[in-house]
């Protein structure tokens, strides 16, 4: 099924303010070393491991994925999403070996010397059966990450494919190469050899999400919404409450900057 284009432009052209807002935010210029990088990726790891969580509940919703299996769903949905977790989830690194993105960005913060306790604590905890809010709560995780984890939680238990599409596309997939052109600037020329892995997983992303999965993730919406103008108007409310979300988030890493510099 064709993108409906007209609709797509018009969505974009809706969240231009906020997305120039978070091109142009001032984290970016104060990330001035490697202390900064590892405070930013010991709260962006969060969004990393929610995003997953976001593309497993749109492939549990477009997608069969109970035994005995039935043919569920639009099959165009159904093949877009598993091209998408396909490379989301068993990418290759360097070496051509297996690896899920958030796998790769932990070993990313491993190599850079960030703190990955937090994490590894946090995912332990899930693996023992306990709940996402009751981690958040019991763990130190900073203010502004438990806000973006429960909001994109939210969005999941909404239980409506198109919003977390919404959520999926236009707050992850298609702001996510131009946010990491932003980041690093050349810091990874100042570091040779400490930010290789996490130079990769940045350009990997681009190069992916660029080229193949947010003209996937586009498509997905289209075929989601249909003419649906009910359908549309949420999601633009999804994807500006996203926005809005990631600027909270950038917000609060900035502080963290400018505490460490005060300290």
């Not at 018009?10 to 490697?34: A, C, F, G, S, T």
């Not at 290759?92 to 990955?116: K, W």
């Not at 932003?182 to 990874?188: A, M, P, R, S, T």
């Not at 040779?192 to 990769?200: H, N, R, V």
């Amino acid at each position: 099924m064709p993108i409906n284009q007209e609709k797509i432009q018009w969505l974009k052209k809706e969240l231009q303010p906020y997305r120039k807002e978070l091109m142009e935010h001032p984290l970016y210029e104060n990330l001035y070393d490697l202390a900064d990088l590892r405070v930013f990726m010991e709260h962006h790891v969060f969004a990393v491991w929610d995003f997953m969580s976001l593309l497993k509940s749109l492939q549990r919703y477009l997608t069969c994925v109970e035994v005995p299996w039935t043919p569920h769903g639009n099959p165009a949905n159904r093949r877009l999403i598993n091209e998408i977790v396909l490379e989301e989830e068993t990418d290759v690194d360097v070496d051509g070996q297996p690896i899920s993105h958030f796998e790769l960005y932990m070993r990313a913060m491993e190599e850079c010397g960030a703190n990955t306790k937090l994490m590894h604590d946090f995912m332990d905890g899930l693996q023992h059966g306990k709940a996402v809010y009751t981690q958040l709560e019991n763990l130190p995780v900073p203010a502004s990450v438990q806000d973006f984890v429960k909001h994109t939680f939210q969005i999941i238990q909404s239980g409506q494919p198109h919003r977390i599409a919404a959520a999926f596309t236009f707050g992850r997939e298609d702001v996510i190469p131009d946010m990491f052109r932003c980041l690093v600037g050349d810091i990874g020329r100042r570091y040779p050899g400490t930010l290789d892995t996490f130079q990769y997983y940045m350009d990997r992303h681009i190069q992916l999400d660029d080229e193949v999965h947010s003209p996937l993730a586009m498509q997905m919406v289209s075929v989601l919404c249909g003419d649906d103008e009910q359908k549309w108007q949420e999601c633009r409310e999804e994807a500006v409450a996203c926005h809005k979300m990631r600027l909270h988030l950038w917000d609060s890493i900035l502080a963290s900057f400018q505490r460490r510099a005060a300290s």
